[in-house]
């Protein structure tokens, strides 16, 4: 037992000098821990006022500055000052995605700041459907609804000169969509789909313009994939008879109304796209036609016909001829 005795004597010797001498240390760790914490719950930690359940957007364009500022007033960060210096020292100054965020439970400002640099918004994708056939202007007001930033008259500026070429589709666009992104995938879209078609618009000797645009009018003028290619086939004959197209649709583009039965004043109407007026194609697509109609404009029934209606029977007749085009009005236009 004393030789146990000495060997624990010894080891408390040991580790009381070992304690002396490295107290200092020991000391200034748990200093430095100490000041850490403090100031990570002064600086970092989430603010007593955290927006739970609430949304907090970040304009469009707004420097770190300013972001640091925005997050500071609605009590999302302590310190805009230590947030804006973090957000320089890890470059996500440079990356911010701007938006609504979701705040749900309180994060310290190193989780917001990730947040912002990987655009995580914790808000489910902006789901909108655009039709066959729908305009620019018709585009712009479901866009503006979904997206407030976003006004009408900014998405036509935008779009207005994509008409003809923004694919009708439905689509999930991130909270920080801009008009720019909106356009830029349904163009991607329409480009994807047209390559199908590709081949098929090389051998019908027209450009990818003209199929664009009579593909325009036909999705307008048909309802069916049988009744599209009747009516691309005739509107191609009147072209290469030098008639003119005398589509009614164009005159709904041009006063931007939805329908589109022309008055005599309309028929008169001073305008590019007027079909009565001026042979040819029109110089652009009335709507954004969907791939039916496309295919339908690069590959038309082969007819001889000149003519068609619709009937009030919800048919389209067609005629060769224009006695025989009056004989269908006659007929199927009037009860």
């Not at 709507?287 to 016909?305: F, I, Q, R, V, Y």
């Amino acid at each position: 037992m004393g030789y146990l005795s000495r060997i624990i004597a010894a080891a408390r010797s040991s580790l009381s000098a070992h304690f002396i001498r490295y107290r200092a240390i020991w000391a200034i760790v748990c200093a430095f821990v100490l000041v850490v914490a403090f100031a990570y719950w002064l600086l970092a930690s989430p603010p007593a006022g955290y927006p739970r359940d609430s949304l907090v957007t970040i304009p469009q364009g707004a420097s770190a500055e300013e972001v640091a500022q925005v997050l500071a007033r609605d009590h999302v960060v302590r310190s805009a000052l230590a947030f804006r210096y973090l957000l320089r020292f890890t470059g996500a100054s440079a990356h911010i995605h701007p938006g609504p965020y979701r705040l749900t439970y309180p994060e310290d400002m190193f989780r917001v700041a990730s947040r912002l640099g990987a655009g995580i918004f914790g808000i489910p994708p902006t789901r909108i459907t655009f039709a066959e056939g729908e305009t620019v202007r018709d585009m712009a007001a479901k866009v503006a609804a979904a997206y407030p930033g976003i006004s009408v008259s900014d998405f036509i500026t935008v779009a207005g000169p994509d008409e003809g070429y923004l694919f009708p589709d439905t689509y999930l666009f991130p909270p920080d969509a801009t008009a720019q992104t909106i356009v830029k995938t349904m163009h991607d879209n329409f480009n994807a789909k047209i390559a199908s078609l590709l081949s098929a618009i090389h051998a019908s000797g027209h450009t990818l313009s003209q199929i664009v645009i009579m593909a325009s009018l036909i999705e307008k003028e048909a309802r069916t994939p049988d009744s599209r290619r009747m009516v691309s086939g005739i509107l191609w004959n009147r072209i290469n008879d030098g008639m003119p197209l005398q589509v009614d649709a164009v005159f709904g583009f041009i006063f931007n109304r939805s329908t589109y039965a022309p008055s005599l004043v309309d028929l008169g109407v001073d305008s590019p796209y007027n079909t009565y007026l001026h042979r040819g194609l029109p110089p652009g697509p009335i709507d954004n036609p969907g791939l039916d109609s496309l295919t339908a404009a690069a590959e038309p029934a082969k007819t001889d016909d000149l003519y068609y209606l619709t009937g009030t029977d919800g048919l389209m007749h067609y005629a060769r001829t224009y006695p025989e085009q009056l004989a269908n009005q006659r007929l199927y236009l009037h009860s």
